[in-house]
């Protein structure tokens, strides 16, 4: 499938790329290159353990975490126009494009997670629905039962 050997790839090289270019003049704070190289690393793993649930599950959700930071990021550090040069232009903008390519990639991630057996939505902690405790049984009561009338000793 196309999808699941070719795009994961893409994805990772792509948002590198775009990364390293976003880098280049050091007005980013390390936050930045930390929080996108190490999502790019967890998609590294969700490329290598192509059955792992885990490892596309991580690289999804870094990658939505890193869309906040991301326009965290710009927003905060952007230089003001006087100290704006052609190589910090440049550099906001491919962290820009990086940033505005990260939803369409996130859709693609997700469809990953889709093939790979993953479930339509999110769920959060573990399924109480069918579970059983073993340490308790069904032991009498240890009050009467109220709705019960009293029998009288007469």
Known sequence: DLSSSVFPQAIILVH????MWGCMNYF??????WGNFSVLAVGIWAIVQRDSLDAIMMFLTGLLLTV??????V????PQKKYLTDLKRFSVGMAI???????????????????????????????????????????PPQWPDAS???QHPY
């Open 28 to 33: 980013f704070p390390a936050s930045y290159a």
């Open 16 to 19: 590198w790329l775009l990364t």
């Open 68 to 73: 906040l930071t991301d326009i965290i990021h």
């Open 97 to 139: 494009l990086s940033l505005l390519l990260k939803p369409v990639s996130c859709y693609f991630v997700y469809q990953m997670y889709r093939e790979r057996g993953g479930e339509y939505t999110f769920n959060i902690g573990q399924d109480r629905s069918s579970y059983e405790p073993i340490d308790h049984q069904d032991d």
């Open 75 to 78: 927003s905060v550090f952007y």
């Open 148 to 150: 019960r009338s009293a």
